[in-house]
């Protein structure tokens, strides 16, 4: 049998006191110095008593790098830690091939404490040939009892939000709709862009394309598309779907959600832009969301203004009642 050599890592002899200090115990407050000291290097590092008291139990549930744990956390295993109280919100997740199918979605609750650099679009190049069957009227230019034009109103709600860049797209009737808009844009300065879709004729997805490609060419990782005749948006939901979609890494959109209704605007992650810079015809991003609805959110809110766009005769007439 080979001999047991001194500098064997196998055979090491165990710590028997002297001047060294077995590696662990080198490292504890206090280490080699007096009774006193000890203890004031103790408190300082919150031990309960010196290093070889009952600071073991101080240090596997005392403070850990210089920062107390909250009681919720202290001695429960990682799954069933609870997170601190704070402002959550409940919303609702595709759930698989059946949400992909249209079936039911799950209600989860989530903190929002998270953060997204978004962009926004406004989308205000169609004719609006529902508002007026000869076109003659342009239901961005109506005004509320305040006399203030209805683009204006929706422009405005969404600077107000927490949107780094904001871009309106026009195409019928651009000058009158970007005058419209002169006072916004000196407000805002170049947090608000202003651009022309050339082929806005052939529907709201040439719109739509000509303003993700402008977003496209910043630092953006998600885009809220807003639609020009929903003035009555609440800047605080475009705030809470951006904290959301935040929150929530695996999903790709968001859409608000009323009283059981999905509403606009929608959120894009910036890796839907591409799809998004594919779509033609006049029914927005409908396809996309079909297609990926089982990693879409829809988020309950309390804002009727998800809800509420002003396109026909009368509801331009309702529009004018209002402040």
Sequence with gaps: MAGRGAGDARYRQPYRGGDAQPRGAARRPGAGCGAGERGLLCRRAGLAKDAGGASGTAARDGPRGGCDRSPAWTGRPRHRRRRPAGDRAVYRVGAGRGAARGGSRHAVAGTLTGDLPTAAIVLAAGHGRRASNDGGVNKLLARNRDGRRMIDC???????????????????????????????????????????????????????????????????????VCLGDMPLLRPQTLDRMITALADAPAAVALAPRHE????????????????????????????????????????????????????????????????
Excluded: Y
């Design 154 to 224: 929706s422009v405005r709600a969404v600077l107000d939000s927490r949107a780094d860049t904001v871009v309106v797209v026009l195409g019928h009737q651009a000058a009158a709709v970007g005058s419209a808009l002169d006072e916004a844009r000196l407000q805002a300065g170049d947090r608000l862009r202003i651009v022309l879709c050339e082929d806005h004729a052939e529907g709201m997805a040439a719109s739509l394309r000509t303003g993700i490609a402008t977003i496209r060419e910043t630092s953006a990782a998600a885009v809220a």
């Design 260 to 323: 059981g209704r999905r509403g606009n605007p929608v959120l894009w992650r910036r890796v839907l832009f591409a799809s998004l810079l594919g779509l033609t015809g006049d029914q927005g991003a409908r396809s996309l969301l079909r297609k990926h609805a089982a990693r879409l959110i829809e988020l309950d809110v309390d804002d009727a203004g998800v809800l509420e766009d002003f396109d026909t005769a009368g509801r331009l007439e309702l529009f004018a009642s209002l402040v």
